[in-house]
């Protein structure tokens, strides 16, 4: 069968991965063990510090305040309590000392930060989050003890086009018997900052909003203050997914009353009773008011599913932070990793680089399309083989990197022999599929059977052949699930792995299991010998890439060799499909043959010239010059921005974002009207400086595509580019 080539392949994984997760079980282990707190937490995008706030002590009747400043980095901010159209709010989970009781966070005053056609809610500069804590009467620290330790666990989404989800651990030893009163002007200015309610109005009504034409809220708010009346105010509600943050409302004052018309969300999906709002003035000062809702909530639109993978991942990172000190990750923090795993697997069906394989599985789809029971093994097959080559790759990729490994995810296809191999093979399959030659003919009947006799096996052995070429397409969707991995334990980091797997094998295992898919099918008859031949074409195609593929690594004369090996091969399947004594004769030159070029051509397929660069990290259309350490940063210092292209010839989106949006005039008329340096960082063979500085952008995979400018922190684009994206940023530099 055209798969026989693999099992040596996935043994050796497997005894690989097993390794990997001891090695990497220990360097976490040790990771853990060396961490030390500190009151202060930098990061490239925010300096977060625990501050505490206790005029006369910690005792029990005085005030105490502890809070968290953030420290914005020009352009980047964090979010409220309501964090608008998207974003997270910061979550802080307190450990403290017994009678110590933190209570919720007093948020300050937002700004509306819109985002396109979105608006969010948060804050930019400096803002510090201030949380009141009781002192118990209970609260005993002993007469000895000059200290409290208060530990915290935060975490924090920051944003500027981009999201990067952080977290910390803080620990401030806090003096029990002396005064704290360094950071008294900050929480001043934070308690200041802070809605005030609204008076009661002269009349006694409350304030209100009526649910109006079954798409809007009209809303009335009394108790505000007068000078405040005939001014435009801003509206913050507390209540997520409610109203249209972005959408153009009415206002105006009826005398003291103030009054809005503000639309509904068409994805909302809460129907609160009664809606806290803050309403500020141009001065600043908020106001908060509890709106009693009117009349029935029309039936809400359930959320679109907008970028499920990076949101799950948000998801986790927020979940996992705020779970108490010492615990491991939650199950919500696992769930939501997963659900971005699962349909990241599902897209990637969609991908280029999985059509051939699942060309083969259509073949074995219309083989078996009578035969429910066989339909069910080989979907189940598939779908194991898929996981468990999903599990080694992480696993492999997960121990490599705990042992001081710069490796990224599809770092199979930075090795010139594996992606030779595959080109190989596929060769092989698209000549069987064509009819050139039939495993039959020239293998021993007990082996050419073995198809026939374990179409399991066959199919678990196609799963494992699609990971191998498949996985480095996720990264473009992937990439925020796939860096989460490298902060969770190795279980649940494995467990992402077989998430997406199962996503990718997921649409054959359902129509394997749905009976409508087979009596879809037409029934068997000559037009499946025609549409095996047809299939025969995406397995050459493929291989027309992985020499191409292969050219990039290798140079042209890599690629020249690998062709003529592949020659080589076919003569030699074809001559051992012969009969009689052709077959002998023509097996055994063609045997010799492959040698003799395996001998003269194969060192050139594995070996790169001295001194010759690939193809994509020399300079190209005369802009683009070769990423090198440190060149992006030591250009951007003498006030030229740089846009940096990490690349890699085997990634499909890399490849399309270059002969698309990178190539498009406009962009490039922009990147010299603005004098931006164009760096290259071609990732397709193994580079460990590429690595880690992938890794210190908060991503294990290709395409990324990043500003770095003087003086601030580097503008990392989404993955597949646009016309519009690019300039728009080029625009802001």
Sequence with gaps: MPHRLLPRLLFTLLLIAASALLVSARAQFSSKSAAAGSSVVTTPYVRAELVAHAPQGVAPGQPLWLGLQITHQPEWHTYWKNSGDSGLPTELAWQLPPGLDAGEIAWPLPHKIP??????????????????????????????????????????????????????????????RSTTALNGAAFEAAWAAQPKPVAASETGEGSQARIVDGNALQVSVHGLPGALRGQTLELYPETAEVIENAAQWTQAWDGAVWTARVPLSAQRSASPGVMPVVLAG???????????????????????????????????????????????????????????????????????????????????????????????????AYTVGVVLSFLLLGALMLGLRAAGEAVGWGFQLQSPAVVAGLAALFTVIGLNLAGVFEFAHFLPSSIASLQARHPVADSFLTGVLAVAVASPCTAP?????????????????????????????????????????????????????????????PMFATVAWLVWVLGQQSGIDGAGALLILLVGLGLVVWSLSLAGRARRWMGAVSLATLALLAWAFAPHVTNVAAGQPTAQSSTQAGAWQAWAPGAAEQIAAGGRPVFVDFTAAWCVTCQYNKKTTLSNAEVLADFAARNVALLRADWTRRDPAITAALAQLGRNGVPVYVFYRSGQPPLVLTEVLSVEEVRAAIAQL
């Design 477 to 537: 969707f992937m990439g925020a699930s796939l860096g989460l991995t490298a902060t969770l334990p190795a279980a649940q980091a494995l467990a992402v792995f077989a998430a997406l797997g199962l996503g990718l094998a997921l649409p054959y295992l359902a129509a394997s299991f749905v009976p409508a898919v087979a009596r879809a099918l037409p029934r068997p008859g000559a037009w499946m010998d025609t549409f095996r031949k047809l299939m025969a074409f």
């Design 282 to 380: 141009p001065d600043r000062t908020g106001y908060r008011a509890e709106l009693k809702v009117l009349g029935d909530w029309p039936q809400g639109a359930s959320m679109a599913s907008v970028s499920p993978a990076l949101e799950a991942a948000l998801q986790a990172n927020a979940a996992r932070a705020a779970a108490p000190l010492g615990a491991s990750s939650s199950s919500l923090t696992l769930g939501a990793a997963l659900l971005g795993a699962l349909l990241g697997g599902l897209v990637l069906n969609l991908m280029p680089c999985v059509f051939p394989v699942l060309a083969i599985k259509v073949v074995g789809f219309t083989r078996h399309a009578q035969d429910r029971r066989a339909h069910r093994l080989s979907g189940v």
């Design 115 to 176: 985002i396109g056609t979105l608006a969010n809610y948060g804050y930019e500069g400096t803002v510090l989050l201030p949380v009141p804590v009781t002192v118990a009467s209970t609260f005993a620290p002993g007469p000895l003890a000059q200290e409290a330790t208060i530990h915290l666990r935060a975490s924090w989404l920051v944003c500027r086009k981009e999201c990067i989800p952080e977290d910390g651990e803080f620990t401030l030893q806090l003096p029990i």
